[in-house]
């Protein structure tokens, strides 16, 4: 499955494309992540971001091998890299400066996944429950954190200037709740949010066709622009 979101934040302004592919077997999965500045933001923050994780499948567990994320903003690079082993433990390799290093010294890592996999986990919890209530763990080389996400109300979406999608939806909100903080406020994204998920693909599977956070930069807003998998292709915005 490939799909495309526009991001906008204050004022409507274009800020952001996220392209995201993933890919499910009956043994594993991966998932892929491209984020990329667009436009007049790109003139206050030129930012481009890939994250990418491996994991494997069994039964409705999904358990993430190996986590990877390259982060470049304003000519500041940074690349975390997260290994998850069998037995639950977590090995950060992560290519990390010694200050940065110094603040996840001794912290408890075991049982955590990533962030894409979190977010996989509660897309196949509604699949099989249509509950969005889960409680997630959460290190991604960067920050310890749990990802509580919640039912809110079930809402029929309209087409406007923005959300192409139109039809019912199930609301979840998601709290970032932090454990192990970096230092540098700058590299931190969102502390709650909201996603409406549309049941647009075959076996109940569910996506998200509009996502709201509160950022450090103002609250932004992303929609569903273009969606490809499982047979279904749906072109609802111009690139």
Not at 113 to 119: G, H, S
Not at 143 to 148: H, P, S
Request: hydrophobic letters at 35%; aromatic letters at 10%; charged letters at 25%.
């Amino acid at each position: 499955m490939d799909a495309r979101f526009e991001v906008f934040g204050f004022a409507g302004l274009h800020v952001l494309t996220n392209r995201t592919s993933a890919e499910e077997t009956s043994k594993g999965y991966s998932i892929a992540t491209n984020l990329g500045t667009r436009g007049v933001a790109s003139a206050f923050v030129d930012m481009r971001s890939h994250s990418e994780v491996y994991g494997t499948l069994a039964g409705e567990t999904a358990r993430p091998e190996s986590y990877r994320a390259e982060i470049w903003r304003n000519g500041s690079d940074r690349d975390y890299e997260v290994k998850y082993q069998s037995d639950g433990s977590v090995i950060n390799a992560g290519r990390l400066p010694p200050s940065e290093r110094a603040y996840l010294e001794g912290i408890q890592l075991r049982g955590t996944v990533d962030q894409l996999t979190a977010y996989f986990l509660l897309e196949r919890q509604l699949a099989r429950r249509g509950s969005c209530n889960l409680d997630v763990p959460v290190f991604d080389g960067s920050e310890l954190y749990r990802l509580r996400f919640s039912d809110v109300k079930e809402e029929t979406l309209a087409a406007d200037d923005h959300q192409k999608f139109a039809g019912p939806t199930l609301v979840c909100a998601v709290v970032r709740d932090m454990i192990v903080a970096n230092p540098d406020r700058k590299l931190s994204t969102y502390d709650k949010g909201r996603l409406w998920y549309a049941r647009v693909l075959p076996g109940g599977r569910a996506v998200p066709v509009r996502m709201e956070y509160e950022t450090p930069f103002g609250t932004v807003s992303a929609y569903l622009a273009e969606l490809t998998g499982y047979g279904i292709h749906l072109a609802l915005m111009e690139e």
